[in-house]
Each structure stands twice: as structure tokens, then as C-alpha cells.
């Protein structure tokens, strides 16, 4: 008996195959693009974190600067009247007054891997360890803080002799990008400690 040669062997077609390959590659193609989000928001985070912090020491300094009577309650509002600066200004090295953002600020020095001029964070280096000779610095050239101070009002409309709003703003540009990024705290302080 001859075998039956008319019996065809089961198989994809070319056409089901082109479709298989095109839905992997949509399926890839998404994986790919997921993968590249994930790596842009972990090369930000670190200078998101540094605005972040830098809004929050401004904030912090203010506070203790009235609690240890280091500067008046006169003091704390925008120059000509006080002592900080107006507008947005680089960050830079307190100065003799310690406080962030005040009209005797200067350039930083040198310091281990950071050059003289704007605020610089040390970090790390590729052994993973603080305070190593492979430690990097960051400049911090590309962030600008504005520290801004307001009379706060009763509920009449009337000024509050013993209360001041201050608003400070931390913004930078991520390298690569065109649009700043924000950081604002507000809080009241008052005359009281």
C-alpha cells in the first residue's frame, strides 16, 4: 500500500506568523519605552531630592535663626527692610549670618571634589562610599532659591504686627529637559518663640 501523500502537514501560515511578529514587537516596543521612563526618573530624583532639601534647610534656618535670638523678628523680611535677598538668586555659601538667601551670602571654596563658586554636594563615588578619594561633587549651579516674606492679615484686612508668611522656592532645570522643576514651602512664623 502506497502512503496517502494528500494529507497536508499543520503549520502556520506567512500571514499568522507576520502578526505574531508584529504583536511582539509592539509588546517589546512597550517594554523598551517603560524601561527609558524609569531610567529618565532615576537619573531626576537625585536633583529632585538636593531641591527638596535645599527648600526645606532654607525654611528650617529661618525658624532656628529666631529661636536662638541670632537675628531679630524685625529682621526676617526682604531687603531693603530685612535681610533677604529679593528675587531669585543662586545658591550660594551663607555668610557671616549663616542664613541661606540673605544679603552678605559669597561663593563657596573649594572643597574636596567640589570647585570654588556655586553651593556643590559631594557625593559618593563609584565604590559606593562617602568620604572616600573617589568621591564626586555636583554643582549645585543650575539651582536658584528665592526666599520671599509677607506681612500676614488679620480677618479684618489689617496687618498682623506679630505673624510673617515666608515662602521659599527652589527651582533647577534637569539636564536635558526645557521646562524648571518647582519646590515651595510656605509657613507662618511668628514673634513669639
Excluded: H, W
Amino acid at each position: 500500500m502506497k502512503p496517502n501523500k494528500s494529507k497536508s502537514q499543520g503549520g502556520f501560515t506567512i500571514i499568522e506568523t507576520m502578526i505574531a511578529i508584529a504583536i511582539m514587537s509592539i509588546g517589546i516596543l512597550t517594554l523598551i519605552a517603560a524601561f527609558a521612563t524609569a531610567v529618565s526618573v532615576t537619573q531626576t530624583s537625585e536633583e529632585n531630592l538636593i531641591a527638596r532639601q535645599k527648600t526645606l534647610e532654607a525654611m528650617e534656618s529661618i525658624f532656628t535663626a529666631r529661636n536662638t535670638q541670632q537675628i531679630t523678628f524685625s529682621q526676617i523680611a526682604n531687603f531693603p527692610t530685612g535681610i533677604f535677598s529679593t528675587g531669585n538668586t543662586q545658591l550660594t555659601c551663607a555668610g557671616p549670618d549663616g542664613l541661606a538667601n540673605t544679603t552678605d551670602d559669597v561663593p563657596c571654596p573649594a572643597n574636596g571634589p567640589c570647585a570654588a563658586g556655586p553651593e556643590c554636594v559631594v557625593l559618593p563615588g563609584p565604590d559606593g562610599i562617602l568620604g572616600t578619594p573617589d568621591d564626586v561633587g555636583m554643582s549645585l549651579g543650575n539651582f536658584r532659591r528665592q526666599i520671599l516674606i509677607a506681612n500676614a492679615l488679620n480677618a479684618d484686612g489689617t496687618v498682623n504686627n506679630t505673624l510673617k508668611q515666608i515662602t521659599v522656592t527652589v527651582s533647577y532645570t534637569p539636564s536635558g529637559a526645557t521646562v524648571p522643576r518647582t519646590y515651595t514651602v510656605n509657613s507662618l512664623i511668628s514673634s513669639f518663640r
